[in-house]
């Protein structure tokens, strides 16, 4: 009796067993959670002075995660000083998106609060027992306006693992110290897939645990849980992996999709091109009207002034133009539009009294491997509106290292060769008034799909 018993519990747990071998049969094995932290990743949800955010994943065997965070001392044994901090763990069920493999995973973040301005800090998160990850490190904003030197990033999307990561990884070679990264929405092409997130942080590894992203959704964040379901929401991963600034003033539906950051002396405001546009819009007058910073930069993903062929977003544009024009913004960083244009409204086409040469520079941008044509006549279409194009470009992945110091800005964007297509800089006057000046004495021709490699769709 005894002995049926054992074969029967032993039957039970080697169904089981094999339940959840077969759950994840499907999958590569970096995509699999484990006890081991994966997906660390840090942004902001408070003062870069003093504040760390860092997010990581495991399986739910972890129930309660751990953070640890000491100053990077040099010494061997810096660890030996570290301060334990406990993290907010929440379950997050991927199979309620039906391409998903039905497996909950957990998510952690930990918020590292009191820290000192300017200061090279060294973390870890795990289980608080044997399964940490390794030590990475992270420095805060100095409280002064000191040099700020960032990433950007067009849509990745794509083949993210297979032809993202080199854009990824050439970025982080030419600016192996750069303060955060801008994504500036569609992160992955198919807002749940988890395997797809999967991909976003193996191209990124360490480098998403040492640079601080600030993230906005594309609409390729946003899709149908199920078949079955009507309306596209915000992708699943989203909330729990990315801890973000929440505000009372602002739609619950926006939470952690529109916020904004203050670092040396730039102001970065994130917004969702996506929803509430008209929520929105009163938000950023209200967060632009009080704004101390001198250098203003907005990200956001569906383009002011398109550059894909056939595409227009003239209700982003109705709103918020006129507002990032009264305010003097200095740079708009979007995505979208698979291609890349970079261009300016001149001050005197624009209804002000500043003393400007020229009000905002726009830019869209592709990071990633899918390619649009661009729009037929450049910018004519947006003649009325008074912006020139300055500089375009077809079938061509991009990075920009952007510097801002003192009263001066120099943008710079990069080809996957790490070779410089485009650049200028940005001088600012103490009334804020702004000149443009070419950076590189010669760009190169423009790169477009009749002079460049054969371009394909298929896979993308
Ligand atoms: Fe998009």
């Known amino acids: 009796m005894i002995k049926r018993n054992v074969i029967v519990i032993w039957t039970i747990l080697g169904i089981l067993a094999n339940v959840q071998g077969h759950e994840t049969e499907s999958l590569r094995h970096w995509e699999i959670a484990s006890p081991d932290p994966d997906r660390i990743v840090l942004t902001w949800a408070g003062n870069p002075a003093r504040t760390q955010a860092v997010s990581w994943r495991t399986d739910d065997s972890v129930e309660n995660g751990y953070a640890e965070i000491a100053l990077a001392d040099p010494s061997a044994r810096f660890d030996l000083n570290a301060k334990r901090i406990k993290a907010n763990t929440q379950p997050l069920d991927i199979a309620q998106h039906d391409q998903n493999v039905a497996v909950v995973t957990h998510f952690h973040s930990v918020v590292f609060k009191g820290l000192m301005p300017d200061t090279l800090y060294a973390y870890r998160v795990g289980n608080g027992d044997q399964r940490w990850s390794e030590w990475l490190q992270f420095r805060t904003a100095s409280t002064k306006n000191d040099p700020v030197e960032f990433l950007y990033f067009g849509d990745a999307q794509n083949a993210v693992l297979s032809h993202w990561s080199r854009i990824m990884r050439a970025a982080f070679q030419k600016a192996p110290y750069a303060d955060f990264s801008i994504h500036a ?13 999967a991909e976003w942080f193996k191209a990124g590894g360490w480098v998403h645990g040492m640079i601080p992203s600030i993230v906005v ?15 596209k929401r915000l992708s699943l991963q989203w909330g729990p992996q990315f801890e973000l600034p929440r505000y009372q003033d602002l739609p619950d539906i926006l939470e952690e999709t529109v916020y904004y950051i203050d670092y040396q002396g730039v102001r970065i ?6 929803r509430e546009i008209e929520a929105q819009t009163k938000w950023l007058e209200k967060v632009l009207s009080r704004n101390p910073n001198s250098w203003t930069v907005l990200t956001f993903h569906h383009p002011i002034f398109s550059s894909g062929d056939g595409r227009d977003n003239s209700r982003n544009r109705d709103s918020w133009k006129p507002i990032i024009e009264k305010h003097g913004v200095d740079l708009v960083l979007q995505g979208h539009d698979h291609t890349y244009a970079r261009g300016h409204v001149p001050i005197r086409m624009m209804d002000t009294a500043s003393k400007s040469e020229i009000g905002p520079v726009y830019v869209n941008s592709v990071s990633g491997p899918k390619m649009y044509e661009f729009m037929e006549g450049g910018w004519d279409v947006y003649r009325p509106e008074g912006v020139i194009l300055d500089r375009k470009a077809e079938n061509t992945q991009f990075f920009q290292v952007i510097r801002i110091e003192g009263m001066s800005l120099v943008y710079k964007a990069y080809m ?11 001088r600012k006057q103490k009334d804020g008034s702004r000149s443009m000046r070419d950076w590189a004495p010669d760009l190169g021709e423009e790169r477009l799909f009749e002079y460049t490699l054969p371009y394909n769709r298929e896979g993308m």
């Open 185 to 197: 929405g569609d992160l992955i092409n198919r807002a749940h897939r988890d395997q797809e997130w």
């Open 217 to 231: 959704p594309g609409n390729h964040e946003y899709d149908e849980l199920t078949d079955a379901e009507q309306e």
């Open 416 to 426: 996957a060769n790490g070779e410089l297509y485009d650049a200028f800089e940005l």
């Open 269 to 274: 405001v994130a917004m969702n091109s996506n």
